[in-house]
């Protein structure tokens, strides 16, 4: 005669250690992912902050005047102004009117941004190849650079590398 067991309670003590083991290994893969998600939002924190200063100084640029001359007969005559500046080559901060640097280098930025730095340049379209294969004294191209020391898994990169946020804008003259 067979004997049928009808109710079944609790775990076997293999039962119990097989789950620890499982439970204990999902442990130590969540462990160990946690300074990678760590990595994540602070890498994502920096370029959307790097984003962010780049963009506000293209509108500060955005905002600059830079009008052309209109002679008599127009009502009122006005003299050409320029305060949006151009830089006489990639390494330099844009210079408008009166030899005054209008957009000058940020290395490193004022607190809270200390962290960053930001550099604008800008070209005058005017001059071959001009701006895009587009050349005409009427326009300018606003590049704004916001670079930074990002982290990495395992804490902050070195100091040779670098990340930048990099946005461009083509400017008209009014």
Request: net charge neutral; with cysteine; hydrophobic share 45%.
């Amino acid at each position: 005669m067979r004997r049928h067991v009808l109710d079944q309670r609790g775990m076997t003590l293999a039962e119990i250690i097989v789950a620890v083991a499982i439970i204990g290994v999902g442990l130590v893969a969540l462990s160990s992912a946690i300074p990678l998600a760590a990595y994540g939002i602070q890498e994502g924190n920096q370029l959307s902050t790097a984003t962010f200063l780049a963009n506000q100084r293209l509108e500060q640029a955005r905002n600059a005047t830079w009008q052309a001359a209109q002679p008599a007969p127009a009502v009122p005559a006005l003299a050409a102004v320029d305060l949006l500046g151009v830089s006489a080559s990639t390494t330099t901060a844009p210079v408008g009117d009166g030899g005054v640097t209008t957009f000058p280098d940020e290395l490193p930025m004022a607190a809270p941004y200390g962290a960053y730095d930001r550099t604008v340049r800008i070209t005058d379209c005017s001059v071959a190849p001009g701006c895009s294969g587009i050349v005409t004294s009427s326009l300018r191209q606003v590049t704004v650079t916001v670079s930074y020391q990002p982290m990495t898994g395992i804490g902050v990169a070195p100091a040779t590398t670098v990340k930048s946020a990099v946005v461009t804008m083509y400017i008209t003259q009014r």
